[in-house]
């Protein structure tokens, strides 16, 4: 069953902006963290932004200041600004809720000079 589904990536001139969208389904309600992450073949999936389930947002130093995180409703968004060539990476919505995280599929986000 599909819990999470992404959308919005693609490829920008460094400097530019995205936005992504991941819609949830009903099982990841207002007990669930949500947030977005990001991998690359050379490194591990790291954390790029979450909100907690207590509706704080925090984010990775690599990003703060440039992405923002919002929830709203079944939506999660990140907005992504002044794109670099090292936010290159394939981003996953998570849902982490407290019997089980889930994951999407993914969506490329590619950035180039």
């Known amino acids: 069953q599909v819990h999470l589904v992404e959308s919005g990536g693609g490829s920008v001139q460094a400097g530019g902006s995205l936005l992504l969208s991941c819609k949830t389904s009903?099982?990841?309600?207002?007990?669930?963290?949500v947030g977005w992450h990001r991998q690359t073949p050379a490194k591990e999936r790291e954390s790029v932004a979450i909100i907690k389930d207590d509706r704080s947002t925090h984010y990775s130093d690599a990003v703060r200041d440039r992405f923002v995180i919002e929830r709203r409703r079944n939506m999660v968004y990140l907005a992504m600004f002044n794109l670099t060539i090292e936010d290159t990476a394939v981003y996953y919505c998570?849902?982490?809720?407290?019997?089980?995280?889930?994951w999407g599929a993914g969506t490329q986000v590619s950035v180039s000079s």
């Open positions: 998570a849902g982490d809720c407290p019997w089980k995280k889930y």
């Open positions: 009903p099982y990841i309600d207002s007990r669930c963290g």
